[in-house]
């Protein structure tokens, strides 16, 4: 999982502008009727932030639990005696891969979700070109690691730039990027660059990770633009931090000053007021 919910949940995968979005103009370039599917990789790859898990993991060790029961559906017992990786592991990127696809059912003809030993880029590669050869529009949605130049996979840390080459020179389509690799809006041209509509990342480090992918697909899939989509799981995971202030007060510091504002959704992209109903052209792309 990553830099979960901050401070307690911080580690589920764990520039600015006047505003949060560059400019884009409307396109014409995409269809009313298409197949999509859904690829999410979601891993935490046993890098949990460490200055979370010594504040808030072994300082509030018994609320920690608490929440991490409740969110993830699992009897408080079964969390003893795991470190925070652990935890994020077993029960942590099975909730999350779980909450999308409930979300992601009624829309996507095709879902596939990536973690553990098959969270790689050669393997990731291989299913979206896959996905491509067979004319689906992919979405993609990146629970990961990551750094203003890399995206951090389970068994590898991959430049962005050569990531997004290679699926160009396989000619892979992706229509959006949801993510929340920590500092990944530094590198987003990488991802217009190669025709994307959509996609998003933060300044600084992300520590709005856990519900927000799970809200996106949610509010995508539920018609709102890609614009709006990303907006609604920034908003709506503030909400759910706050709601658990009175167990863990320390999450209020996640909610307020530079950490929440390094954590603001940057987006970006071809056309980010794309919806569900627009399709990339394949015949032309």
């Known amino acids: 999982m990553k830099k979960l919910i901050p401070i307690l949940f911080l580690s589920f995968l764990v520039f600015s502008c006047e ?33 979370i898990e010594d504040i808030a993991f072994n300082s509030y060790p018994s609320e920690t639990r608490q929440i991490f029961s409740e969110v993830f559906e699992v009897p408080i017992d079964s969390l003893l005696n795991k470190d ?72 590898e840390s991959v430049p962005i730039k050569e990531f997004t080459e290679s699926l160009s ?45 799970i809200n996106f697909v949610k509010s995508w899939v539920g ?5 709006d989509a990303v907006q609604y799981a920034y908003d709506e995971e503030i909400i759910a931090l706050k709601s658990y202030n009175d167990v863990l007060p320390i999450l209020d510091y996640i909610t307020s000053g530079n950490y929440l504002s390094g954590s603001l959704p940057i987006i970006s992209g071809r056309y980010f007021q794309i919806t569900k109903d627009d399709y990339i052209n394949i015949v032309n792309y």
């Open 169 to 213: 020179q396989k000619n892979i389509k992706v229509r959006v990027l949801y993510q929340t690799n920590c500092k990944s809006a530094k590198a987003l041209d990488n991802w217009t660059n190669i025709g994307v509509a959509g996609c998003n990342g933060t300044i600084e480090n992300n520590y709005l990770t856990i519900f927000a992918p």
């Open 223 to 227: 018609g709102h633009s890609y614009y």
């Open 84 to 155: 925070l990786n652990q935890i994020l592991d077993q029960y942590g990127e099975p909730w999350q891969i779980a909450e999308i696809n409930k979300v992601a059912q009624d829309y996507y003809l095709k879902t596939i979700a990536l973690t553990d030993q098959n969270a790689n880029a050669e393997y990731l590669i291989q299913q979206l070109e896959l996905l491509s050869k067979e004319e689906y529009n992919i979405d993609l949605v990146f629970s990961l690691h990551g750094t203003s130049t890399n995206i951090q996979f389970v068994n």
């Open 19 to 51: 505003d949060n979005s560059t400019q884009n103009p409307e396109s014409s370039e995409y269809v009313s009727e298409g197949r999509a599917a859904l690829v999410m990789v979601v891993e935490n790859s046993d890098r949990a932030n460490q200055q």
